[in-house]
């Protein structure tokens, strides 16, 4: 009796076996596509009387996995192709998924008087970016967007929106990337006025040693005055690169993110705990001026320490490293060659 129903117990699983495998895969097939499926929604902000904004504004928001509550936006600010090849590279994509965000491109968004945006957030951007994350948040039936923290990224006059918006909503913003940012007076970096909560948030400042618009002094100005009254800041330079995006980046923003995000507490800016490293670099003359006709600088002698050794001689602050990977990725970053001189003619 035992033997016949062993026997036929062996013949259902043989039987039920290979049903069951393909039903195991088949959902693990699911559970990855819905992992991997990219849902779009486009929304669109009009201008209020009073702001400098001349046409309405344009989002688009991508949820990169539907089942999940979202944790956060990277709002990268348009401008131009290489921002979007930065806004849907597949690192960028893996990062987002890995940390539970949304990624949210604005668009468009020219001021009155001229083509370029207008960079001071209290004459419209500000209320607008704000304004649309709460329409998609309805839209899409998540309503945590609606006080969800954002990662803002801006190149050049969005870097200084970038650099503002800290100051217009500290509440809501987790970090901040400006790649080669600046405007024209009154509205470059050096007129950014922070304080209080603004300067607990972490800020990733990159220029390049060749850029002869924004150029390096007054970036490293604006880095230098905060850094100096415990905001958690990096000031990294790429000394072969002129104005361009920051495709070149890519490596250190995300390994410089995944720290920020990974350790909740640097938002509370412990600087002189001995945590992380400070970071040091010598400047180099280049001999090229930028439109101002400022010096460009360029970052030899990279060196990071932890905060309780001495600081090196001869070396300026380049700010605070929360882990190794983001010192070594910092390093990197400064002799990285210009992935534009390949295609230049």
């Not at 693990?28 to 499926?37: E, I, T, V, W």
């Not at 415990?230 to 072969?240: C, K, R, V």
């Amino acid at each position: 009796m035992s033997r016949s129903w062993s026997m036929g117990t062996c013949y259902v699983w043989r039987v039920l076996l290979p049903t069951l495998t393909l039903l195991i895969a088949l959902v693990s097939l699911s559970d990855c596509f819905a992992q991997s499926a990219v849902t779009s929604f486009h929304t669109i902000v009009a201008p209020k009387p009073g702001e400098d904004v001349a046409d309405p504004c344009q989002y688009e928001l991508r949820i990169l996995t539907e089942r999940k509550r979202i944790h956060g936006l990277f709002v990268v600010f348009e401008r131009g192709p290489e921002l979007q090849h930065f806004y849907e590279e597949p690192e960028v994509a893996a990062f987002a998924r890995e940390h539970d965000l949304a990624m949210l491109m604005p668009m468009g968004c020219p001021a009155k008087d001229h083509g370029d945006i207008d960079v001071d957030p209290n004459r419209g951007l500000g209320r607008a970016l704000l304004t649309a994350v709460e329409q998609l948040s309805v839209m899409t039936k998540h309503p945590e967007l609606k006080t969800a923290p954002l990662i803002v990224l801006g190149f050049s006059g969005a870097g200084a929106l970038a650099g503002r918006l800290v100051g217009f909503a500290p509440d809501r913003i987790e970090a901040a990337i400006l790649s080669h940012g600046g405007q024209v007076a009154p509205l470059n970096l050096d007129t950014i006025s922070l304080s209080g909560a603004a300067l607990k948030i972490p800020e990733l400042i990159l220029v390049g040693g060749k850029d002869g618009v924004v150029g390096t002094e007054v970036a490293y100005s604006y880095f230098s005055k905060y850094w100096r009254l415990g905001a958690p800041w990096l000031f990294a330079t790429q000394n072969d690169a002129n104005h361009f995006c920051n495709e070149d980046a890519t490596d250190l923003i995300l390994s410089w993110l995944t720290a920020i995000l990974d350790n909740p507490g640097s938002k509370q800016a412990s600087m002189g705990v001995n945590r992380g490293y400070y970071a040091f670099f010598r400047k180099e003359p280049t001999g090229l001026f930028d439109h101002d006709h400022l010096p460009l600088m360029g970052a030899v002698g990279l060196k990071f320490a932890q905060p309780s050794q001495v600081t090196p001689k001869d070396a300026v602050p380049a700010g605070w490293l929360p882990s190794k990977d983001v010192a070594l990725s910092w390093e990197r970053f400064a002799n990285l060659p210009d992935h534009h001189a390949a295609v230049k003619p």
